[in-house]
């Protein structure tokens, strides 16, 4: 027995000790293949952690804008794609801005909160402007006022330095399920002088207010856009569709603060629906925020009131119109607009070389007449105006420019140089016949940007007798007032880059020169026959790197 037990030990104890063997290997294995699925992870995780970070691509989208470029909101995909570059925005990006190899990389400023990605933007701005004689008007040009020869302004030249121009704001792109959203923020320093604390307006220290300039929140499904907020004017004319994107609007690449005289153009709260029918049509509908306008804003001519309403503003008695009911370029957002201007664009792009719109803007005014009595009459008045603007290659980095528009009632979206109606003497509204362009070409070779632009405003006559029977007022030939017929600007400009890195930013020379002139629609005695202007811009603009993310469609 014994024996016969030791043989079976002798037989068992190898077999054991082979499968325990067996089994430790096996084990070995598993660890192993373990140790390498976790490294695996590792590596996988790492490399989603460094594609979100490389997101976004610095690329300037607009040479003299320095804003970011996108015809539509991005939103970032899960798990992020690989960066690549966008389309420059039109033939308006130099060589500074155009995307190339020097350029890939990330953003320097460009971060990543949650699933939104946040891009600033702006630009530092030093601006000269000499003028030949002195309008009174800071950087930017009231092209209405600008003084006859035979007054004190008109014996005096001006230069000035400022840095007024200089912008800062944010855009931020997120999405939940099929939406994309869209937020963007621009500021300015061009706001309104008020009483600064110390050093005086002007004497000791420039104290430039910090504004609002676009503030607005986008969101996007499938073919439908939806906008709310403070944005540029659907009237403003576009560069491509109908893109909200500063970028993507025309408002001429000059350096003066407010523009190209004859273009339509605002900055203005409401509500907008686009539907994008395709990548070449595409429809808009907003809401805006309007204001009964009589002229006298920017510069403008403004028209000549009844002696009713002139006496009831002067003396604070009740049934005040100035300001309460209409704004003549003095009121501060206080008159009583009836409803929202409706506006509509539709915009063709068959390609990248041209586009084309037309629009169209509904307002509407009512009026309470400051007359004794329990009641006072209403007068309501629904104008409007149109525009047909175009803009296509002519040759390769040549882009010819053409907005044209006729109002009646509308002269308010001509940068307010016309009014939108007179009021007789029976307290009736009476619209007023306008009518603007804003044509020219952009030429980008090599390193510059070459513009040249013409300018031009026409406001017709509409005039009534006052409430005496003999007193002239509206908008005309009343009296050597200055009421503008005509007002014209023809531009010249260049913009050169002479710096660029995606790590730092890009820095631009403009150059800009404008001869302006007006011509009232009466001239007695000696009195001149038109008001004639020379300036000059030269500015330096240091331009923030980043763009926004590029990645999701």
């Not at 992870?41 to 040479?63: F, T």
């Not at 040009?141 to 230069?159: H, K, R």
Request: proline share 7%; glycine share 12%.
């Amino acid at each position: 027995m014994i024996k016969r037990l030791a043989c079976m030990l002798a037989f068992a104890l190898p077999l054991a000790m082979a499968q325990s063997s067996a089994d430790t290997a096996s084990e070995i294995e598993q660890l192993k293949q373990m140790l390498l699925d976790q490294q695996k992870q590792i590596n996988e995780l790492k490399a989603k952690l460094g594609m979100a970070v490389n997101a976004g691509v610095p690329v300037n989208a607009h040479p003299a804008l320095g804003e970011v470029a996108s015809t539509k909101p991005m939103v970032p995909a899960a798990p992020p794609a690989p960066p690549t570059f966008s389309a420059p925005p039109s033939s308006t990006t130099t060589a500074a801005q155009t995307p190339g190899p020097d350029n890939a990389g990330t953003s320097p400023l460009q971060f990543k909160l949650g699933d939104a990605y946040f891009t600033p933007v702006g630009f530092m701005d030093m601006t000269s402007v000499t003028r030949s004689t002195n309008p009174g008007s800071g950087i930017g040009t009231n092209f209405g006022s600008i003084p006859y020869g035979n007054t004190q302004g008109a014996a005096l030249s001006e230069t000035r330095l400022s840095i007024q121009n200089s912008r800062i704001g944010m855009r931020i792109d997120t999405g939940f399920g099929d939406y994309k959203v869209m937020g963007y923020w621009e500021s300015d320093f061009l706001g309104q002088l008020g009483n600064p604390p110390n050093g005086g307006l002007a004497v000791s220290s420039n104290p430039y207010v910090f504004r609002m300039r676009l503030y607005w929140v986008d969101v996007m499904k499938g073919k439908n856009e939806f906008l709310a907020g403070q944005s540029w004017s659907l009237m403003t004319p576009n560069r491509r569709g109908v893109s909200p994107l500063p970028a993507d609007i025309f408002y001429s690449q000059d350096v003066d603060v407010n523009y190209q005289l004859g273009l339509t153009w605002g900055r203005i709260p409401g509500f907008r629906y686009a539907y994008h029918a395709s990548d070449k049509v595409a429809f808009a509908l907003a809401l805006e925020n309007s204001e009964p306008y009589v002229g006298g804003g920017n510069g403008g001519s403004g028209a000549v009131l009844p002696a009713a309403i002139s006496t009831t503003a002067t003396t604070g008695t009740i049934g005040s119109v100035i300001g309460g009911q209409i704004n003549n370029g003095s009121s501060v957002i206080s008159a009583a607009a009836l409803m929202p201007d409706i506006i509509a664009k539709l915009a063709f792009d068959p390609s990248k070389k041209f586009h084309a719109e037309i629009d169209g803007v509904m307002i509407a005014n009512k009026i309470a007449f400051p007359m004794t009595g329990p009641a006072f009459p209403t007068n309501t008045k629904v104008g409007g105006g149109g525009s047909i603007n175009l803009g296509f290659d002519l040759a390769p980095g040549f882009r010819v420019l053409t907005n044209n528009y006729y109002s009646n009632g509308g002269g308010r979206y001509i940068f307010g140089q016309a009014p939108d109606f007179i009021i007789r003497a029976n307290g009736t509204a009476s619209l007023v016949h306008s009518a603007s362009t804003a044509s020219g070409f952009e030429w980008t070779t090599g390193k510059n940007l070459l513009y040249m632009y013409y300018g031009g405003v026409y406001i017709d006559k509409n005039m009534a007798l006052d409430a005496n029977g003999t007193t002239k007022i509206g908008y005309g030939p009343i009296a050597n007032d200055g009421q503008n017929r005509t007002i014209q600007e023809f531009t010249v400009g260049t913009n050169t880059t002479l710096a660029k890195s995606p790590k730092w930013g890009a820095l631009n020379l403009m150059l800009q020169y404008s001869y302006l002139q007006r011509n009232p629609w009466l001239v007695t005695g000696t009195s001149p026959s038109n008001a004639s202007l020379s300036m000059g811009f030269l500015n330096l603009r240091y331009t923030l790197p980043g763009s926004a993310p590029t990645i999701g469609k």
